[in-house]
């Protein structure tokens, strides 16, 4: 069966944000009133898919490179604010944050808190720049892997784009269902901070000023679609796999560098990667059957 009329293209990666907006838009309802403006973001929801309608008709009537990019990349720009809504709806299962139970975990395994002893240790400059270094290439490797995917292997592309988007959204509503906030936001001042000493440390305190919240700590989405990532790499590129290999590296000890992440987010986002890469694999199966793709 297809979903799709002759010369109407829809996209897996069209339905599965339609359909995490719409479970979220359910969860809203579970929300206080004082504490969720759920009608502004039920009205977000409506212009959003009425967005994604346009991008559809766009590319389905004018098919054409740019139409193509558009409908394929869209969904990622939507994901820093589909990831900012988790701080807000992360309180449905549980009232309170699970900070302490992780962090009594890395005092079990490890005999002290890694995320607060690690830059201690460390303080060197130099070491700085290098973790926040690898910190910051994540926010590249999020739109490059994909643009580098669609320009050298397109085929791959429409695939590729749905398995990154897809995970980013698995994981967002697993941050929904466990509120786990991480050391920056846990702890209080000074332990919450790394001293800004260079040019990437500050680069790092810049983007999560503008949009980091407190929210996503466990497990370590970083690591996860950093590995999904380098997975995606291994169908596409040799070369790309190990251009991608060092800084993944960089990002496993970076996360708790900086104190985003407290030590098992890390073991999480390793442990979650394969599962949340095979749940997306399963999904775009579902999604491209039905559509025809």
Do not use: C
């Not at 409908?71 to 939507?78: A, E, I, K, Q, R």
């Not at 400059?125 to 050298?152: A, C, D």
């Not at 995606?232 to 990002?251: E, Y």
């Amino acid at each position: 069966m297809s979903g799709n009329k002759p010369g109407f293209k829809i996209l897996p990666s069209d339905m599965v944000v339609i359909a995490y907006l719409l479970i979220t838009a359910v969860l809203m309802f579970f929300i206080p009133k004082e504490e969720l403006d759920a009608g502004r973001h039920l009205i977000d929801r409506l212009l959003i898919i009425s967005g994604i309608a346009f991008i559809v008709y766009l590319d389905s009537t004018w098919r054409n490179n740019f139409t193509k990019f558009l409908h394929l990349f869209y969904p990622l720009t939507l994901l820093g604010y589909i990831y900012g809504e988790t701080a807000l709806l992360n309180h449905i299962f549980f009232t309170a944050n699970l900070d302490p139970l992780f962090i009594n975990l890395d005092n079990k395994i490890f005999g002290f808190q890694p995320a607060l002893e690690f830059s201690k240790a460390f303080p060197q400059v130099w070491f700085s720049e290098l973790m926040n270094f690898g910190y910051f290439s994540y926010y590249f490797m999020t739109i490059g892997v994909s643009v580098i995917i669609f320009f050298t292997h397109r085929p791959f592309a429409e695939k590729a784009v749905f398995v990154i988007v897809t995970s980013f959204l698995i994981y967002y509503l697993f941050f929904i269902i466990f509120p786990v906030v991480g050391p920056q936001y846990y702890f209080e001042s000074p332990f919450s901070e790394v001293p800004v000493t260079g040019f990437f440390s500050k680069a790092v305190k810049a983007v999560q000023e503008a949009g980091e919240y407190p929210t996503g700590a466990f497990p370590s989405s970083h690591v996860g679609m950093a590995l999904i990532f380098l997975y995606l790499s291994t169908k596409t590129s040799r070369l790309l796999f190990w251009v991608l290999l060092p800084f993944v590296i960089l990002i496993l000890f970076a996360t708790v560098y900086i104190k985003a992440h407290y030590a098992v987010d890390i073991i999480g986002g390793i442990l979650s990667a394969p599962v949340v890469l095979i749940v997306s694999l399963r999904i775009w199966h579902f999604f491209s059957n039905y559509l025809g793709s």
